[in-house]
């Protein structure tokens, strides 16, 4: 049964999906409504540091935080997602304790305390659909939905989540799971 669309649900690719944007992607959905839905890629690591993107931010110094690519839309940009128990100023709650912003005092209170540094993800760019635009890629058959889970977030390898997710579903997709990372993704 799928998950209706709306914030705070995981679009996960279908394996027929061409789309080098989208190819194996698990996408967590921020924001969905009449004009449009908005939502990062959360299984794209990239090789870049947060400390390249964020030199300003003399605390994360040090850290191996890989920012991840949210997707083709203003890759210019830097979004945060938090998993934080409540909403700070200049945050958005997503869903379940998972917030989303820029708010540099949340990341820098993230970082001092080590037993929390899988409760950020820092992402360039985003995933942006005008208004009806991913209700149609939902009747084309592109997408599953299911709700988003923080645990398989933040805490499960990247790289596997997308099989991982295809395994959950149905037995019909588990000779996708192990398919090879798409060499476009990167």
Not at 30 to 44: D, S, W
Not at 78 to 87: D, K, Q, S, V
């Amino acid at each position: 049964m799928e998950t209706p669309l709306g914030k705070g649900i995981f679009l996960v690719a279908n394996p027929s999906l061409r789309d080098p944007n989208f190819r194996q992607a698990v996408i967590l959905l921020c924001e969905h409504g009449q004009e449009g839905a908005l939502g990062v890629v959360v299984n794209r690591p990239t090789k870049i540091n947060i400390t390249e993107v964020l030199p300003q931010v003399p605390i994360l110094e040090g850290q191996h935080h890989m920012v991840y690519a949210g997707g083709p839309v203003q890759q210019n940009n830097l979004l945060i997602l938090y998993r934080i128990p409540e909403g700070l100023e200049d945050t958005h709650h997503v869903f379940d304790g998972v917030y989303l912003g820029g708010n540099m005092n949340v990341v820098k209170d993230l970082v001092q305390n080590p037993s929390s540094l899988e409760n950020f993800r820092a992402f360039i760019g985003y995933s942006g659909w005008a208004p009806g635009q991913l209700e149609h890629e939902m009747q084309t058959g592109s997408w599953f939905t299911l709700p988003a889970d923080p645990t398989a977030m933040f805490e499960t390898d990247a790289s596997r989540l997308w099989g991982n997710i295809l395994r959950s579903l149905s037995k019909d997709f588990e000779c996708y799971a192990d398919m090879p990372v798409d060499p476009h993704m990167n």
